[in-house]
């Protein structure tokens, strides 16, 4: 398409659609139907589906539309600098193109062997400073994972003797701290765990797991869990016996 020369009597409007927006140098002197023929490319909306509108400052939007629009010309209407015009598309939705969804776009995918062997690539430049998985000095991520739990462990200040309830809210289980480390016998046992006595015989075991023990307590008195599952602090040791006698 041919560029039409501009005049003195261009006027800079917004070209707003659903999924564009520009500033464009219109000229009053085109007809309605070639503004759409050049709105097409702008919006991606073909000419025979626009539905224009011409919004001025505040005031509300009127149709830019005529009988006869291959004759009339915006002339006819209150242009000004900088209004605005909306594009509509009168299309189905299902037969609008959304040039927002890149899902659909397709892409250059580089082979994962060709980037590895590119010296001027992200990669390239870790593998240069020794950086991530290229730190021969880094942990790997099971070291990671444990030394995460080990500060669990002291920011929540968890001390060997300490009384304890446990998280979730609803689990209302207390008692005390009797065990922290590893428990290897539990599937995932590396880095610290909390082995709990519990005030009432609401856990798994007796303080020992596969046969080793790790700390003494009564029959399904013992449990053992994650830092995070663990609050500190002076809660009293349940009595469900002293809380009945001072009820009655």
């Known amino acids: 398409m041919q560029s039409t020369p501009q005049t003195s009597a261009d006027v800079p409007l917004l070209i707003k659609s659903a999924n564009s927006g520009s500033e464009r140098r219109i000229s009053p002197s085109w007809s309605i139907a070639h503004l759409k023929t050049r709105l097409e490319p702008i919006t991606g909306i073909p000419a025979s589906t626009q539905k224009l509108s011409l919004r001025v400052g505040s005031q509300d939007a009127v149709a830019l539309e ?141 303080g020992s797991v596969a046969g080793v023990r790790y700390f003494e307590c009564a029959s399904k008195c013992g449990v053992f869990v994650r830092p995070e599952r663990v609050e500190v602090g002076d809660y009293p040791v349940l009595d469900e016996l002293g809380e009945e006698m001072e009820e009655m």
Not at 103 to 112: D, F, G, I, L, N
Not at 124 to 145: H, I, M, S, V, Y
Not at 172 to 188: E, H, K, L, S
């Open 66 to 206: 005529a009988v006869d629009e291959e004759n009339t010309q915006l002339s006819h209407f209150a242009l000004q600098a900088y209004a605005e015009i909306f594009v509509t598309d009168t299309r189905p939705p299902s037969a609008r193109i959304n040039f927002t969804d890149v899902s659909t776009v397709e892409k250059y995918v580089m082979p994962p062997t060709e980037y590895e062997h590119r010296t001027d690539s992200v990669l390239a430049w870790k593998k240069n400073q020794k950086l991530g998985r290229f730190d021969p000095n880094a942990p790997d991520l099971e070291e990671q994972k444990i030394k995460a739990l080990e500060r669990e462990v002291e920011e929540r200040g968890i001390t060997l003797n300490s009384r304890c309830h446990l998280f979730p809210s609803h689990d209302d289980r207390r008692g005390t701290i009797a065990y922290i480390g590893p428990v290897p016998q539990i599937p995932g046992g590396l880095g610290p765990w909390i082995g709990i006595r519990l005030d009432e015989p609401a856990g798994k075991n007796d």
